[in-house]
């Protein structure tokens, strides 16, 4: 019954990840706000406005994995 959380292949820690998901409930379009360079951001698949929001995800390093910032 016992069920790891782990995934076996991947061992990313996840934190809360500020996000931007589209307003169009038809859409699940989202993006990291790490990665959005605007005040307010278009979704790129139907190009609603998207809204503020978080989200689980692996921690992403912004820079090349080899410069790690402990
Ligand atoms: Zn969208």
């Not at 809204?51 to 390093?61: S, Y």
């Not at 820079?63 to 790690?68: E, I, R, S, W």
Request: aromatic fraction near 8%; hydrophobic fraction near 35%.
């Amino acid at each position: 019954m016992y069920y790891s959380r782990k995934r076996p292949m991947m061992d990313l820690p996840e934190e809360m990840t500020t996000i931007w998901s589209c307003t169009n409930d038809k859409c699940n379009g989202w993006v990291r706000d790490n990665f959005v360079f605007l005040i307010q951001p278009i979704c790129s698949q139907c190009n609603s406005l998207m809204e503020k929001g978080e989200k689980m995800l692996p921690i992403l390093a912004n820079t090349c994995p080899d410069q790690k910032k402990l």
